[in-house]
């Protein structure tokens, strides 16, 4: 399935508000039509019908608008060999609508979420007297801008890197580097004890940050030890991960929309630990 990445591009291809109509892409190659981008084709309601409908004591209940989505649809399998060459073939497809029409595309995935029933929750939100500063507070609140696990991740981890020239000012260090820095704010920012209470709190997450990983060398397992310092390397090297690109080994970055379900399982240390970051150096004295 695919998401229109702009709004431009949905008024290219989708004509009126409530009651749509749905233009298309046709897909050439070799002079040979192979596909199409355009309104859900049959097929694909009736394969995926259950993540659309929801039945609940016998009413039939939408948890998403069908009309509205579109689909890439691939006729030709002789174009790609195995599962693999077909994601490829897919970015590649992506990669021309965009460049050759001005038509931005991305590959969305149903979320489990959209079919919960939901609750029309009230609560009460009684707010600190702590001030936080306004820069690292909107990289901290941009995390909630994006559904992209990678972005998220990069927007928490801005928050701490925002306080490296205070930091290093501090520390005194004669030859600072990142990890370094690093280690400094989150042992200033953070104990053991908070570390591992916040661990115990989900049994799984535990087993998730401690055991070693045999694939993704970024996943540095959390030491008890030294574990505020695990914690900062943890969170540096798969920062590195993210944010290099150049060639490497197989998994040793984690590269777009193949590892994002691993980057999502991350996201919650370094948010426990970007918000004890913001809160500890926010307005702090050097």
């Known amino acids: 399935m695919n998401e229109f990445a702009d709004e431009l591009t949905k008024k290219k291809l989708i004509k009126g508000y409530d009651y749509v109509q749905t233009g298309g892409i046709t897909l050439e190659k070799n002079g040979e039509v192979i596909g199409h981008i355009g309104q859900?084709?049959?097929?694909?309601?009736?394969?995926?019908?259950?993540?659309?409908?929801?039945?609940?004591?016998?009413?039939?209940?939408?948890?998403?608008?069908?009309?509205?989505?579109?689909?890439?649809?691939?006729?030709?399998?002789?174009?790609?060999?195995?599962?693999?060459?077909?994601?490829?073939?897919?970015?590649?497809?992506?990669?021309?609508?965009?460049?050759?029409?001005?038509?931005?595309?991305?590959?969305?995935?149903?979320?489990?979420?959209?079919?919960?029933?939901?609750?029309?929750?009230?609560?009460?939100?009684?707010?600190?007297?702590?001030?936080?500063?306004?820069?690292?507070?909107?990289?901290?609140?941009?995390?909630?801008?994006?559904?992209?696990?990678?972005?998220?991740?990069?927007?928490?981890?801005?928050?701490?890197?925002f306080f490296f020239t205070r930091a290093v000012r501090k520390a005194r260090f004669p030859q600072p580097n990142e990890l370094l820095i690093v280690k400094y704010i989150a042992t200033n920012s953070i104990t053991e004890l908070e570390v591992v209470t916040w661990l115990d709190d989900i049994k799984s997450r535990g087993k998730h940050y401690t055991k070693p990983s045999e694939k993704y060398p970024a996943l540095f397992p959390l030491e008890a030890t030294e574990i505020v310092e695990s914690v900062a390397k943890r969170i540096y090297l798969i920062r590195c991960s993210l944010v290099h690109s150049k060639e490497a080994p197989n998994d040793v970055n984690f590269i777009p929309n193949l590892n994002d379900e691993i980057i999502d399982k991350e996201i919650s240390l370094i948010k426990y630990v970007a918000e004890k970051v913001l809160y500890k150096w926010s307005n702090a004295p050097e």
């Not at 995935?109 to 959209?114: A, G, L, V, W």
């Not at 029933?117 to 994006?146: D, M, Q, V, W």
């Open 40 to 161: 859900m084709s049959d097929l694909f309601w009736h394969t995926f019908y259950d993540q659309y409908i929801v039945e609940d004591y016998g009413a039939i209940e939408h948890a998403r608008n069908n009309g509205k989505d579109i689909t890439l649809q691939v006729w030709n399998d002789k174009v790609f060999e195995n599962t693999e060459q077909f994601y490829k073939f897919i970015e590649q497809i992506l990669f021309e609508c965009n460049v050759n029409l001005g038509f931005g595309f991305k590959m969305s995935r149903f979320e489990n979420e959209s079919k919960l029933k939901g609750h029309t929750s009230n609560t009460k939100l009684c707010l600190s007297n702590i001030e936080l500063e306004e820069t690292p507070l909107r990289y901290f609140n941009f995390a909630n801008y994006t559904k992209i696990p990678r972005h998220k991740y990069l927007a928490y981890y801005q928050v701490i890197e």
